[in-house]
C-alpha cells in the first residue's frame, strides 16, 4: 500500500468531509421546507441586536424614517419603512422631528406621507431587498441613503413575508415564489393606488432575490395576464390600469432563473451548490427539476419588453466585477439576450464601452463595460432601452450603497436618458 505523508492524509480527509458536508447538504435540499430555508434564508438575521423600530440606530436623522405596515392582497402584514429625502427633510426638520413614530400602521396619516403629496415633483423609489435578514441588514441602509441624497426622491421598502417582522399567515407558512411576488406587487400598488402616485416618477430596485421580485412585480403591471407568473398570485383590488411604465427597473447582481444561478453560484463565495455536477448532466437534472422556485428573471424580462407596445421599459443591469456569489457573468448573459431581443426592434441601436489601461490581449471579458441598446422610441423616453454597467468593486452586497446605483436611478429618472456613466479606468 502507498504510504500518504500525513499532511496528504489531512488533506484527504478534509477533502473526504467537505465532499460529505456537500452530499447530505444536497440530499437535505431535496425537503421542499429545507429548500425554502436556505433559499429565503428569512430566519437568518444578522442584526437582531438591533432595533429595526428605531432607525436612529441605523444612522437616520429622527423621524427620516417612518416605519409602517402594509398590507399585501393576501392578507399578509408587511414591515416597511418609508425614507425621506436630504432636501425635503432639511426644508421641514422641526415638524418632521417634532411628529416622528416608531410605527403607524397607516402611513397616510402620516408627515411622510403629506410631504410625499405636497409636491407634484416627488418621486419614489421602490426598494426591493436580497435574501436573509431585514429592511436594515448590512449594508442596505447604505442603498437608502444614497436615494435619500436625491432630490424630491422618497423610498420605501418593505420585508417579504416571513423576514423581519413581517408575517406568515398563509399556507405553507414559508417564503414562496408566488409568495414574494405577490409581496412585490402589492407593494407597487400601495404606491400606485392606494398612494396615487405616477409610475412615471417611480423606480424599482432590487438586489440580488430582490432582482427577481421586482422583474417579475414589474412583469405584472405590465401584462398581468401573462404566461410568465405564477397563477396563484392575488390580484390587487381594484385591477389596476396596465401596462405601466415606470420610470426605470434598476437590478443590481441579477441572474437569469435559479437553476442557472446554482450551477455556478457558491455561498459566501466558497461552498459550490450544483459546481460539482458539471461533469454529469443527469444527477444535475435531477437536482434541477427538484428546484420548487425557478425565478425565471431573463424570461421575464424578455416578456416585458416585448409586451409593453409603445410604453416605456427601461432596464439598468449592475453588477460589480468582484462579485464572489453571483458572477457578473451571469449579467453579460442576460443583458446580451435582451440586446438581441432589442435589436429586432424598430430604429434599435446598440453602442458598447470598455476601459482598461491593459489594452489588447489582456483585457478580460467585462472589465468596466458599459453597454447600451435602445429602439427607435428611446429617445422620447416612450421606447425600450437596457443597459448594462459592470462596475469595478462593491462585491455582492456592499455595491447596492455605492454611487453607481444611486447614479443609475437619477439616470431613469431623467427620461430619454441624456447621461453616460463615467467608467473607471484600471
Ligand atoms: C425599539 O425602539 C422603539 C423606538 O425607540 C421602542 O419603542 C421599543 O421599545 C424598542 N424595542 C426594544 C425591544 O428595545
Ligand atoms: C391590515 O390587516 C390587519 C390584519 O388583517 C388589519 O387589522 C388592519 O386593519 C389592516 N390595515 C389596513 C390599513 O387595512
Known amino acids: 500500500m502507498v ?4 499532511i496528504l492524509k489531512k488533506s484527504y480527509w478534509v477533502l473526504a468531509g467537505l465532499g460529505i458536508t456537500w452530499a447530505v447538504f444536497m440530499v437535505a435540499l431535496l425537503n421542499p421546507w429545507i429548500q425554502s430555508h436556505a433559499l429565503y434564508a428569512h430566519k437568518i438575521n444578522t442584526g437582531f441586536w438591533y432595533n429595526v423600530s428605531n432607525p436612529e440606530q441605523f444612522g ?34 422641526d415638524e418632521i422631528v417634532q411628529k416622528a413614530v416608531t410605527h403607524t400602521e397607516d402611513f397616510k396619516a402620516s408627515v411622510a406621507h403629506k410631504l410625499l403629496r405636497k409636491d407634484s415633483e416627488s ?31 422618497h423610498l420605501l421598502t418593505c420585508d417579504y413575508r416571513g423576514f423581519g417582522y413581517s408575517t406568515l399567515r398563509n399556507a405553507p407558512h414559508l417564503p414562496t415564489e408566488p409568495g414574494l411576488i405577490t409581496d412585490g406587487i402589492s407593494m407597487i400598488s400601495y404606491v400606485l393606488q392606494t398612494l396615487s402616485h405616477p409610475s412615471d416618477r ?17 412583469l405584472y403591471f405590465t401584462d398581468p395576464s401573462t404566461s410568465n407568473l405564477p397563477k396563484t398570485i392575488t390580484a390587487p383590488s381594484p385591477i389596476p390600469k396596465t401596462p405601466q411604465a415606470f420610470a426605470g427597473i434598476v437590478l443590481v447582481a441579477p441572474f437569469p432563473s435559479l437553476p442557472i444561478l446554482l450551477q455556478s453560484y457558491k455561498i459566501k463565495g466558497f461552498f459550490p451548490i450544483l459546481s460539482p455536477l458539471k461533469g454529469y448532466p443527469k444527477i444535475r ?13 431573463l424570461l421575464r424580462l424578455q416578456a416585458l419588453l416585448t409586451s409593453a407596445a409603445k410604453s ?3 432596464i439598468s443591469i449592475l453588477h460589480a466585477r468582484n462579485d464572489q456569489e453571483i458572477s457578473f457573468q451571469l449579467s453579460e448573459a442576460m443583458y446580451s439576450s435582451l440586446e438581441t431581443s432589442v435589436l429586432s426592434m424598430e430604429g434599435a441601436t446598440a453602442s458598447q464601452e470598455r476601459r482598461t489601461i491593459h489594452g489588447g490581449e489582456r483585457v478580460r471579458r467585462g472589465a468596466f463595460v458599459y453597454r447600451k441598446v435602445e429602439d427607435g422610441d428611446a429617445a422620447t423616453g416612450k421606447g425600450k432601452s437596457v ?32 447621461f453616460m456613466p463615467g467608467l473607471d479606468v484600471e
Request: glycine letters at 10%; hydrophobic letters at 40%; a neutral charge.
Open 60 to 93: 437616520f436623522a429622527k423621524g427620516q424614517v417612518t416605519p409602517f405596515s402594509l398590507n399585501t392582497t393576501d392578507g399578509e402584514t408587511l414591515y416597511c419603512w418609508h425614507v425621506l429625502p436630504y432636501d425635503v427633510y432639511l426644508e421641514h426638520e
Open 285 to 297: 437534472a435531477f437536482f434541477e427539476n427538484r428546484i420548487v422556485d425557478q425565478w425565471p428573471t
Open 387 to 418: 443597459e448594462l454597467e459592470v462596475v469595478r468593486f462593491g462585491g455582492h452586497n456592499e455595491v447596492v450603497g455605492f454611487s453607481q446605483v444611486g447614479l443609475a436611478v437619477r439616470r431613469a429618472f431623467e427620461h430619454g436618458g441624456r
Open 312 to 314: 416605456r421599459v427601461h
Open 3 to 6: 504510504q500518504f505523508s500525513p
Open 123 to 153: 418621486r419614489v423609489v421602490i426598494n426591493f431587498h436580497g435574501n436573509a435578514g431585514h429592511v436594515a441588514d448590512g449594508f442596505r441602509t447604505h442603498t437608502y441613503r444614497s436615494v435619500a441624497g436625491i432630490p424630491k426622491t
Open 202 to 218: 417611480t423606480v424599482l430596485l432590487g438586489q440580488s432575490l430582490g432582482t427577481a421580485v421586482t422583474t417579475a412585480s414589474a
